[in-house]
Structure formats: structure tokens, C-alpha cells
């Protein structure tokens, strides 16, 4: 089988409504200028279509006759939380949990490297800072954004800091110790706050949770006045 035989059967195997690039293509026998020529002349004969430079997709069509379907929010957001190594965050992450009600107009991705804002077919992106970088699986995104929840806790749209805080603590409190602890090792790298209200959260429902030196927080007194009459209150 010939190079060319070689990438054409790697893009057809695509899903269709699926997004790629060069690199999702290229291998050591497959060479990346290969792969741009023939992708080029896909885009051309109509094969595969480009969603912005460098980044193509191959459109699915309706099976009730209605043409083609746009492309899934959620593959738009896969693709582009892969490609900046970032989680999904912010209002959307948190609607995600069920910890608002409010739809997010914006995605919010949070990464250790910055980005400008930007729109991909109507998905608006805006960067956050993250404390863990990108996250592979469901279970561990799931705790990076509510450890992001606790970080912005008096800034989630549609709730309090105080009602955000009891929600969060419920759903720690359900966790096994293990998960806790996962949680706990994960907030390693976060600010001094978010380790202060995870031990909050936290409290007395394990003592060996309880007493991670990574929740030792020196200046719990500075905590305990900022959040007093708000988030503990």
C-alpha cells in the first residue's frame, strides 16, 4: 500500500462530524507535508471541509434528508480543551455539576498556557488559569472543577458563596476516603483559599482526610475573618 493509500484510509476511517488535524494523521512513515497535500486536495473535492486553519472536519449528513448537520458543541469543545492542553471550567464546567442553573454563553477553558479569546462556529472560548493542566478523564475533571468551584467560589453566577459552599461540601462529604484523598492531592497546587475551604468542606467526616498536611493551612485566622460573614456564614 502506497503513502497516499496509507492517509486516505486513516482520514476515511474518521468518524464523520469528527474534528482533526495534521497531527491527528501523521506518523513516522507518514510525513506531515504528505498528509498536507492530500488533506488540501480532500477540502477541495468537497471530501472534508476546514473549520479554521490547520483544523478540518468531514461533514455528517441528516439521515431525514435535511443535509448537512452542524458540527456538536461538545466535539468543537473536546477538540479544542485537547489541542490547548486545558479542562473545561467556569460557568460551563460548573453547569456541567449542577452547581448553577444559569447556561453559559461562553466555554471557559482553563490551562497553564494563555490564550486569546476566540469563536469556533458560535462557541465563544475564553482562558482561565489552571492548577492542574489538562484532564484526560471524566472523574478527574469532575474534581478539577470543583476545586475550581471552591477557588471562585463568590464569583459562580445564580449562587451565593455561602450556597455554593454547603452544595460543595455535601458532595465532598459523600465522597469515600480515597476519593478525598485523590481531591486533597489534586489541590496540592492550588491557591491558599481553595486548600482553606476544602478543609471546611472536608471537617470531621474522616479524621485521616482530615489531617493531610497538604490542608495545614498557616494562616487559617486571615480565612476565617475573609469568609466568616459570607461563604461559612
Known amino acids: 500500500m502506497s503513502k497516499r493509500q496509507k492517509i486516505l484510509r486513516r482520514i476515511r476511517a474518521l468518524r464523520n462530524g469528527i474534528i482533526f488535524d495534521c497531527d491527528s494523521i501523521i506518523s513516522e512513515e507518514l510525513k506531515r507535508g504528505d498528509v498536507t497535500v492530500i488533506l488540501c486536495e480532500l477540502k477541495k473535492a468537497g471530501e472534508i471541509k476546514c473549520l479554521t486553519k490547520g483544523v478540518f472536519y468531514k ?25 490547548l492542553d486545558a479542562h473545561i471550567s467556569g460557568q460551563y464546567g460548573y453547569n456541567l455539576l449542577c452547581l448553577t442553573e ?83 492531592g489534586m489541590a496540592r497546587n492550588y491557591p491558599t483559599r481553595t486548600r482553606y475551604l476544602l478543609s471546611k468542606a472536608i471537617g470531621k467526616t474522616s479524621h485521616s482526610v482530615g489531617k493531610d498536611p497538604i490542608l495545614n493551612i498557616c494562616n487559617k485566622s486571615k480565612y476565617d475573618i475573609e469568609y466568616k460573614n459570607t461563604v461559612l456564614a
Open 59 to 83: 461533514p455528517e449528513t441528516s439521515s431525514f434528508g435535511l443535509g448537512e448537520l452542524p458540527l456538536e458543541k461538545d466535539e468543537i469543545i473536546r477538540y479544542f480543551s485537547e489541542r
Open 102 to 184: 444559569q447556561n453559559a454563553q461562553t466555554v471557559t477553558l482553563a490551562g497553564k498556557h494563555r490564550f486569546n479569546e476566540f469563536c469556533i462556529q458560535n462557541c465563544h472560548f475564553r482562558y482561565m488559569k489552571s492548577y492542574v493542566g489538562y484532564v484526560r478523564d471524566k472523574n478527574t475533571l469532575s474534581d478539577a472543577i470543583l476545586l475550581d468551584a471552591l477557588t471562585n467560589i463568590e464569583k459562580v453566577s445564580g449562587k451565593t458563596g455561602y450556597e455554593l459552599f454547603h452544595i460543595l461540601k455535601g458532595m465532598i462529604g459523600r465522597m469515600e476516603d480515597s476519593k478525598q484523598r485523590k481531591l486533597i
